[in-house]
C-alpha cells in the first residue's frame, strides 16, 4: 500500500469512527454530513468524494462496525482462555451487539432499510458462518461439543442462546446478567441433564466425545 492508499485509509478509519458515534447516539436523521466531517478531522467533499451520499455512509459504518466486532471475537476465540470462558466473553459481547443493532436499526433512513436488513442477513450467512465453524471445531478439538453435532445445528443453537442472551441483557440489569453468565454457560455446555463441566472434561480425557 503507497502513501496515498494508507491516507486514505486512515481518513475512512477515521470518518467510520466518527459516524458510528454519532449515528449510535442520535440516529441517522439528527446527524448531519457536516457534524461527521468535523468530528473526523476532514472536509465534508471527503465524505461525499469517498461515500457519495449520507445513506451509503450510513450502510458501510455499520458494515465496518460489524467488521470489528467480529474482530474482537477472532481474537477472544484465538486468546489463551479455556473453551468456556471464550464461549462466555464472545456471548456477552454479542449480547450487547444485538442491543446496539436492535436499537440501531429502527433509527435507519427507511429507503435502506430492506437493502440494510438483506446486508446483513447475508452477512451473518458468510462472515458469522465462518467464524462459528471455526469456533465449532476447537470446541469439538478441546472435547466440549459433541463430534456428532453438524455445523448447521450448532449454529442454531449458538444464535439462540446469543439472541435469548440479548433480550435479557436488555431487560435486566447488565451487571447481573454478567455474574449470571456462568450458569448460562453450563446450560450452553452441558444441558438440562446436568452432566457437569468436570465429568465432560474427565470423558474427554478418557477420550469419550459428548
Not at 4 to 33: D, P, T, W
Request: glycine residues 6%.
Amino acid at each position: 500500500m503507497d502513501g496515498f492508499e494508507r491516507r486514505k485509509q486512515k481518513k475512512m478509519e477515521q470518518i467510520y469512527n466518527a459516524a458510528c458515534e454519532l449515528f449510535f447516539k442520535h440516529g441517522f436523521q439528527r446527524v448531519s454530513v457536516n457534524e461527521i466531517a468535523h468530528k473526523a478531522k476532514v472536509s465534508p467533499a471527503t465524505i461525499y468524494n469517498y461515500f457519495g451520499t449520507k445513506e451509503q455512509l450510513y450502510t458501510d459504518s455499520l458494515m465496518n462496525w460489524m467488521d470489528k466486532q467480529l474482530a474482537v471475537c477472532e481474537d477472544i476465540l484465538d486468546s489463551e482462555l479455556s473453551f468456556p470462558e471464550k464461549t462466555k466473553e464472545i456471548m456477552l459481547l454479542e449480547a450487547k451487539n444485538i442491543k446496539i443493532v436492535a436499537d440501531e436499526l429502527p433509527k435507519a433512513p427507511s429507503s435502506e432499510l430492506s437493502g440494510l436488513m438483506q446486508m446483513m442477513e447475508n452477512y451473518s450467512e458468510q462472515k458469522v458462518a465462518q467464524f462459528v465453524r471455526k469456533f465449532v471445531a476447537l470446541g469439538k478439538q478441546e472435547g466440549y461439543i459433541r463430534i456428532d453435532q453438524t455445523e448447521e445445528m450448532m449454529m442454531r443453537y449458538f444464535t439462540m442462546f446469543k439472541n435469548e442472551l440479548g433480550r435479557h441483557w436488555e431487560a435486566s440489569n447488565q451487571e447481573r446478567t454478567t455474574l449470571s453468565m456462568d450458569q448460562l454457560i453450563e446450560l450452553f455446555f452441558y444441558g438440562l441433564a446436568g452432566r457437569g463441566q468436570q465429568q465432560a472434561q474427565d470423558e474427554s480425557q478418557n477420550g469419550s466425545a459428548f
